[in-house]
């Protein structure tokens, strides 16, 4: 009888911790084990034909059908700088233009995707060593390195110099800012000397704040957004670039854009 | 009291599926939470026999003192096995969303589809 | 910037609270009463079946039970509809599993039938019957398919076989439901007599629907398995 109780009494606390999980696997694993619990249940509350087929049911089929149907064979992994509009995060949902992009990727290859947020070197630093398959984030045409393999550009872009408040504007022009764009923001806000040339989705983000006056001066040339691949990847590299060109035949690649930066 | 105690937690597990139907946005945890509520509901109907004495429905057991009330086990027995048969077509239904919007978020595909219809 | 969610979490755990609160307040549970349950236990007599819970779905309400065998064998026409209109995926390779599933799978397999089909043939004796002796079957075909792949099992099996089966055990439990009019009873009654009780023949056509089901449920199961099997990892 008290065990009746007790198991009565585990119940909720399973379905509730299984149906607060993150990932579905775990949901799904959950949900198995509470079937099992209720099976349980069944049969000391006198019903054993109700156990035996929710046994069988519950516990075995369902949870195999769930797991077959998320079930991929592999990963991919994603190194990223958080870029607003192209890809970051939003509580616990991934979104952005080029989070689309990678979506169909993995969908198309039946892997599943891993995202790895990290700073703009580190990103480069994974994907010179080989560690990571994708980097994403905003990075530029002109400034990744050597010995990768891009894609060809997906956004057009430029880069603009931004100055704070207290420095010249017009003045010698910076190297390349290489950092988060909190940081930007706090110099700018802190009112310190600060130029940087940001690329126009972190631009766009940082004219969302409320910040004092600050210089703008367009750099000259075209940048695009591009993905890099280690060398080691041709053959997503290329399965990429087949997605990107199906997408910019059919428009699709247009419509994404004007969803994320209207 | 056995019977008391198993519909209150059956209510509370109603509650529970319904509160993860409603506020996860992943479609494969609705689906979860969906026979959640059906497997509470099923719970709420055994237990409305169970008897805190009683003893299996199987009239070969020398101590039939008083048997549980064996009605709703026969209600229930063939709607766990349409159950599964139902999630399996929920299934492929989430299959064909997931194929045509890309994604298995509830919100994105409400806004993908109402994006469409303009 | 997004609104946090904090206050619709809050919202929809206080109303679904107070549902509860109101559904458990208002609830009058009352005791079974003896009477009642003493008129199942004397219809289980009268068919000659010991399972008490067997003789009401399958011969006090049989009907609702024809129904819902209907209804899972439209919901697995549906599953085998839709997956079949998407064409199936290319290449389908199968699940790299290690050789101990393999084996394992080789070893444990006829018992799980052997098993299935003694729980359908003995439901109006002890706990089971044929939806529980269908399941248990079909997840033993399941762990085959996952061992061997769909291909195999469906060219062991025979592809007209399963395709038979399927929609005759519909049309076999029609039958027996409706052939009591040929021997001069009421439709939905027993056609075999009802024997000693405890004995395997015993419970008139309890035995016949057990089976009938059993089949059908296995068959259904076997086709929503293998199109997930097909088509997995598409969510």
């Not at chain 1, 070197?121 to 891009?150: F, H, K, M, Q, T």
């Not at chain 2, 929920?90 to 919100?107: G, K, N, P, Q």
Request: aromatic share 6%.
């Amino acid at each position: 009888m008290t065990a009746q109780l007790v198991l009565l009494a585990l119940l909720p606390i399973t379905a509730g911790l299984a149906l607060l999980q993150r990932r579905r696997l775990h949901a799904i694993i959950g949900m198995g084990a509470f079937s099992l619990l209720l099976a349980t249940v069944f049969l000391l509350a006198n019903a054993p034909d109700v156990a035996i087929t929710e046994a069988a049911i519950g516990a075995a089929l369902v949870t195999l059908i769930y797991v077959l149907a998320i079930r991929k064979t592999g990963r991919l992994t994603v190194a990223a700088s958080e870029t607003p509009g192209l890809i970051g995060r939003e509580g616990e949902q991934i979104v952005g233009l080029e989070w689309e992009i990678l979506e169909r990727l993995a969908a198309d290859v039946g892997l599943d995707l891993v995202v790895q947020f990290a700073s703009p070197e580190e990103v480069e630093e994974a994907i010179r060593r080989g560690e990571v398959d994708i980097g994403a984030g905003g990075i530029l045409a002109s400034e990744c390195g050597e010995n990768v393999l891009r894609t060809s550009g997906h956004l057009p872009t430029a880069r603009f110099a931004v100055a704070g408040p207290r420095s010249e504007p017009g003045g010698k022009p910076a190297a390349p800012f290489r950092g988060e764009l909190a940081d930007v923001i706090d110099a700018v806000r802190r009112g310190a000397p600060v130029s940087a040339t940001l690329d126009l989705a972190r631009f766009l983000a940082l004219s969302r704040y409320d910040l004092d006056a600050y210089a703008i001066e367009r750099v000259e040339g075209d940048e695009a957004y591009v993905f890099v691949l280690p060398p080691s990847r041709r053959d997503l590299h290329q399965r990429l670039a087949e997605i990107l060109a199906r997408l910019a035949e059919t428009g699709e690649l247009d419509s994404m854009i004007r969803r994320h930066f209207p | 009291m056995v019977g008391l105690n198993g519909v209150t937690i059956s209510v509370v597990l109603f509650g529970i599926g319904l509160l993860g139907l409603v506020l996860r946005r992943d479609l494969v945890v609705k689906l979860l939470a969906l026979g959640l509520v059906n497997s509470a509901v099923i719970l709420c109907l055994v237990s409305l026999g169970a008897r805190p004495d009683g003893a299996p429905p199987i009239l070969a057991t020398p101590a039939a003192s008083a048997i549980v009330d064996p009605l709703p086990q026969a209600i229930v027995l063939s709607a766990i096995v349409i159950n599964f048969a139902i999630l399996a077509l929920a299934l492929v239904f989430v299959m064909l969303l997931v194929e045509r919007y890309h994604t298995t978020d509830s919100h994105r595909i409400e806004r993908a589809s109402a994006a469409e219809e303009d | 910037m997004r609104r946090a969610p904090v206050f619709t979490i809050l919202a929809a755990i206080v109303l679904v609270a107070g549902f509860c609160a109101v559904v458990l307040t208002g609830f009058g549970f009352r005791e079974p009463s003896a009477g009642d349950i003493d008129a199942w236990a004397d219809v289980a007599r009268r068919t000659g079946a010991i399972n008490v819970v067997s003789s009401i779905y399958l011969n006090a309400r049989l009907f609702d039970t024809l129904l819902e065998v209907l209804v899972f064998a439209v919901a697995v026409l549906g599953v085998h509809f839709y997956l079949t209109a998407r064409g199936r995926p290319e290449p389908v390779e199968s699940i790299p599993e290690s050789n101990v599933v393999r084996i394992a799978a080789d070893i444990l397999l006829p018992p799980i039938l052997l098993i299935s089909i003694y729980v359908v043939l003995h439901g109006h004796l002890s706990p089971g019957g044929g939806f529980s002796g269908g399941v248990i079957a079909g997840t033993g075909l399941l762990l085959a398919a996952i061992a061997l792949g769909t291909d195999t099992v469906t060219a062991r099996l025979g592809p007209r076989l399963l395709d038979r089966a399927e929609w005759g055990t519909l049309l076999g439990i029609l039958f027996l439901a409706f052939a009591p009019i040929f021997a001069g009873r009421p439709l939905l009654s027993d056609l075999l007599p009802a024997g000693t009780p405890g004995r395997l023949a015993s419970g008139g056509s309890i035995l016949l629907y057990n089976a009938l089901i059993g089949a059908k449920v296995f068959v259904g199961s076997w086709v929503i398995v293998r199109h997930f099997v097909d088509h997995r990892g598409e969510i």
